[in-house]
T-cell receptor, first 113, second 111 residues
Framework: DAGVIQSPRHEVTEMGQEVTLRCKPI?????LFWYRQTMMRGLELLIY????????DSGMPEDRFSAKMPNASFSTLKIQPSEPRDSAVYFC???????????FGPGTRLTVL | GQSLEQPSEVTAVEGAIVQINCTYQ??????LSWYQQHDGGAPTFLSY????GLEETGRFSSFLSRSDSYGYLLLQELQMKDSASYFC????????????FGQGTELSVKP
């Protein structure tokens, strides 16, 4: 089992550029979660999907952030335009609908200059 | 709103027992989870309490008391590799397993 796969692992970009983060959940998992982690704000839930449908996006900071899950094996988190305050580690996690445990990917470290 | 409080740092020595507390101000959740995160790594699941009481998994145990809005993670026979951050999280199972995390406790294990 490959686990949750995220790409890229590191991204450095300039303010104003579009950033797309990618996630492949574990096969058979019905729920997918996007988190952001910073020293100041800790681990924040941004949005999550169940059976490819967005359930709760109340954690998405603003309209510059958007997420999609076109099928059960792929999700994207897009930031457009990016700002320095978006610099953080972004984690994707997946679980079964009945699962107690979320499996986290290795994260994408985003730096916006 | 939802609020979970944990100590920011705990220090202990190898072989000792340490307890990391988590108090919360939220309702309607289904259980309390604990995750471990090493520097530069991803959070990994440790335990989940759906019911009040103690859950034991090897050297780690977790406890939940809904009446006291309180839980804890107990680590026994501490090892250097246990140095990491530990997060409690409330689990909203009825909302697709949504987790809301506390700010984390950084545990340092000294020789």
């Amino acid at each position: 089992d490959a686990g949750v796969i995220q790409s890229p692992r590191h991204e450095v970009t300039e303010m104003g550029q579009e950033v797309t983060l990618r996630c492949k959940p574990i096969s058979g998992h019905n729920s997918l979660f996007w988190y952001r982690q910073t020293m100041m704000r800790g681990l924040e839930l941004l949005i999550y999907f169940n059976n490819n449908v967005p359930i709760d996006d109340s954690g998405m900071p603003e309209d510059r952030f958007s997420a999609k899950m076109p099928n059960a094996s792929f999700s994207t988190l897009k930031i457009q335009p990016s700002e320095p305050r978006d610099s953080a580690v972004y984690f994707c996690a997946s679980s079964t609908s009945a699962g107690d445990e979320q499996f986290f990917g290795p994260g994408t470290r985003l730096t916006v200059l | 709103g939802q609020s979970l409080e944990q100590p920011s740092e705990v220090t202990a020595v190898e072989g000792a027992i340490v307890q990391i507390n988590c108090t919360y101000q939220t309702s309607g959740f289904y259980g309390l989870s604990w995750y471990q995160q090493h520097d530069g790594g991803a959070p990994t699941f440790l335990s989940y309490n759906a019911l009040d009481g103690l859950e034991e998994t090897g050297r780690f145990s977790s406890f939940l008391s809904r009446s006291d809005s309180y839980g804890y993670l107990l680590l026994q026979e501490l090892q250097m590799k246990d140095s990491a951050s530990y997060f409690c999280a409330v689990n909203y199972y009825n909302q697709g397993g949504k987790l809301i995390f506390g700010q984390g406790t950084e545990l340092s294990v000294k020789p």
